[in-house]
């Protein structure tokens, strides 16, 4: 199915690395262009160097939290490509601490990244995205932001919060033409996990990464049994930007691989 999106342009953020690597990659092989966000600017240009299709991406380093940074982008991208259509807001990371761990300047940051790491993405592109015939956004967020975990209380606090920051900007971009819906991510194999399995390793744990995995899995109830994959989350994200998803806007899509523990 032509999922519609050839020439459309998308702000795609962590678009170096897991999530937003195979989001951007998918979008490129579907023919849409992208405007590729992080910080560390070499490596989000290794991330597509060995793209056949480098002409289709904008490398426009920047971090969420700073408003001019990513305002820079956005124009970059304008610029490059004339417009853009989609924002995928899904830099970012986790804050395992526990309360007696947990620092005052942790928590800001964690706050600051969850929720301005989507607002000045959104704001940057809210008139673009007006003007587009295809408006979307998709905000990535985890299942903590509904389910709450023990030494996530931060990050699954900064995770409801965006939750709810998603659904009334929905309402208010939907007069606009633009729509917004998140995508909730159990766990996803990626850097944050392979990064979390060396600390575990390093601290003599005997498991290989599979068995480490499958055990993590089965502790928080993922039916599926496994950690799901960058590219299984990137087909929902593609997904929700497809013009064909027209009449979809306000809805949270989990990703979780069948998450069956409930609050
Ligand atoms: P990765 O660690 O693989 O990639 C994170 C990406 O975000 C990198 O490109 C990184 O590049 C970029 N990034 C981090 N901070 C900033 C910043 N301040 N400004 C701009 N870019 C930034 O993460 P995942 O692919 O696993 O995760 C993607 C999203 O999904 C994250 O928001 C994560 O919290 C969320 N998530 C992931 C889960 C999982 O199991 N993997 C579970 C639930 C949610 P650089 O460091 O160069 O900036």
Same mark, same amino acid.
């Given at each position: 199915m032509d999922l519609l999106l050839t020439d459309r342009t998308v702000v795609v953020t962590g678009a170096s690395s897991g999530v937003g690597l195979a989001t951007s990659r998918l979008l490129l092989s579907e023919g849409a262009r992208v405007v590729a966000v992080a910080r560390d600017p070499e490596r989000l240009q290794r991330a597509f160097d060995d793209r056949g299709d480098r002409d289709h991406v904008l490398v426009a380093p920047a971090d969420v939290t700073d408003r001019a940074a990513v305002e820079r982008a956005v124009a970059a991208g304008v610029e490059r490509f004339g417009g853009v259509d989609g924002a995928v807001c899904n830099a970012g990371r986790s804050l395992m601490a526990t309360i007696s761990d947990t620092t005052d300047d942790q928590i800001r940051d964690e706050l600051d990244l969850k929720i301005f790491g989507a607002w000045n993405v959104i704001r940057a592109v809210r008139p673009h995205l007006a003007a587009s015939s295809a408006g979307a956004v998709v905000t990535i967020n985890a299942i903590l932001a509904k389910q709450p975990e023990a030494r996530l209380a931060i990050t699954s606090a900064a995770r409801a919060a965006l939750l709810n920051l998603s659904r009334t900007?929905?309402? !208010?971009?939907?007069?606009?033409?633009?729509?917004? +819906? $998140?995508? +909730?991510?159990?766990?996803?194999?990626?850097?944050?996990?392979? &990064? =979390?399995?060396?600390? *575990?390793?390093? !601290?003599?744990?005997? #498991?290989? *990464?599979d068995a480490w995995s @499958?055990? #993590?899995?089965?502790? &928080?109830?993922? $039916? $599926?049994? =496994?950690?799901?994959? @960058?590219?299984?989350?990137?087909f929902a994200i593609v997904s929700l930007l497809s013009p064909r998803a027209s009449y979809i806007t306000g809805a949270h899509v989990d990703v979780g691989g069948g998450v069956t523990r409930q609050p």
């Open positions: 900007l929905a309402e !208010e971009l939907a007069p606009e033409g633009v729509r917004l +819906n $998140s995508v +909730n991510l159990g766990l996803i194999d990626t850097g944050q996990w392979r &990064r =979390r399995f060396e600390t *575990y390793r390093d !601290e003599g744990g005997p #498991l290989d *990464y @499958a055990e #993590l899995a089965a502790d &928080r109830g993922i $039916s $599926s049994g =496994r950690f799901g994959t @960058a590219d299984e989350v990137a």
